[in-house]
C-alpha cells in the first residue's frame, strides 16, 4: 500500500501558486519523494524527486520538511494545462530484488479555475 | 513526450481472446515496468523486467505474462481476456546504463494501451 497521504481535490486559480501537500510519517533515511502527475488518461508524467533537500526544476519546486515527514509540491505560477492528478510517492524497494516499483495511492486531483 | 513508446493505442478484443501489448523503452533504458490502471483499483504495479530478466513482481495474474527481449523492448501478454481486465496498460522505463538500479533512479511512463474486453 502507498506510504503517503494526500488530499483527494484542490482547486487553485490561473497565475497562482499551487501548492500540493503530502504526508509520510513512515518514510526511512533512504527513500526519495517522487511527484507524477497524470493529466486525463494519459501516461503519469515525471515531476520532480527529491531525497533531503529542496528542489527545483524546470517544472515545479519540491520543500522537504526537516523531519522528512511531509512534502509540498509548488506549481510557481499555475496554468490551465496543470490540471491533473498529482501523485505523491514514496520510493520502495521490493526486498532482495532490488526493485524499485512506484506505488501509487490516489493522488490529488487540482483544478486550475480560469 | 517521454521517449517511451507503447503500441497499440487502443485495443478492442472478445472475453476469452488473448493480446499482445508492445512497449519500446527510452533509449539506453534498462529496466521496463508494467502497471495496470483500472477504474476501480487505480495504478497497480504489474511486473519489471531488467535487461531481459525479471526483477519484480506485482499483482499480476497467471493469465499474464511478459518478456523483455534482447534489444530490450517488453511484450506483455494477456490471456483468456475477462471483462475486468478492461484498463490502462502503462510501460515504463528507467535505468540507463551507468545509473541502474540507483537510488535516483527515475520511471518514464508511455502513453499507454487501453484495452476493452467486451
Known amino acids: 500500500d502507498a506510504k503517503t497521504t494526500q488530499p483527494p481535490s484542490m482547486d487553485c486559480a490561473e497565475g497562482r501558486a499551487a501548492n500540493l501537500p503530502c504526508n509520510h510519517s513512515?518514510?526511512?533515511?533512504?527513500?526519495?519523494v517522487y511527484w507524477y502527475r497524470q493529466i486525463h488518461s494519459q501516461g503519469p508524467q515525471y515531476i520532480i524527486h527529491?531525497?533531503?533537500n529542496n528542489e527545483t526544476n524546470e517544472m515545479a519546486s519540491l520543500i522537504i520538511t526537516e523531519d522528512r515527514k511531509s512534502s509540498t509540491l509548488i506549481l510557481p505560477h499555475a496554468t490551465l494545462r496543470d490540471t491533473a492528478v498529482y501523485y505523491c510517492?514514496?520510493?520502495?524497494?521490493?526486498?532482495?530484488?532490488?526493485?524499485?516499483?512506484?506505488?501509487f495511492g490516489q493522488g490529488t486531483r487540482l483544478t486550475i479555475n480560469p | 513526450d517521454s521517449g517511451v513508446t507503447q503500441t497499440p493505442k487502443h485495443l478492442i478484443t472478445a472475453t476469452g481472446q488473448r493480446v499482445t501489448l508492445r512497449c519500446s523503452p527510452r533509449?539506453?533504458?534498462?529496466?521496463v515496468y508494467w502497471y495496470q490502471q483500472s477504474l476501480d483499483q487505480g495504478l497497480q504495479f504489474l511486473i519489471q523486467?531488467?535487461?531481459?530478466?525479471?526483477?519484480a513482481k506485482g499483482n499480476i495474474l497467471e493469465r499474464f505474462s511478459a518478456q523483455q527481449f534482447p534489444d530490450l523492448h517488453s511484450e506483455l501478454n494477456l490471456s483468456s481476456l475477462e471483462l475486468g481486465d478492461s484498463a490502462l496498460y502503462f510501460c515504463?522505463?528507467?535505468?540507463?546504463?551507468?545509473?541502474?538500479?540507483?537510488?535516483?533512479?527515475?520511471?518514464?511512463f508511455g502513453p499507454g494501451t487501453r484495452l476493452t474486453v467486451l
Open positions: 513512515t518514510i526511512s533515511g533512504n527513500e526519495y
Open positions: 533509449s539506453g533504458d534498462l529496466s
Open positions: 515504463a522505463s528507467s535505468a540507463p546504463r551507468g545509473l541502474a538500479g540507483g537510488p535516483a533512479d527515475t520511471q518514464y
Open positions: 527529491g531525497l533531503k
Open positions: 523486467y531488467y535487461n531481459g530478466e525479471e526483477r
Open positions: 510517492i514514496v520510493r520502495v524497494s521490493v526486498k532482495g530484488q532490488g526493485a524499485q516499483k512506484l506505488v
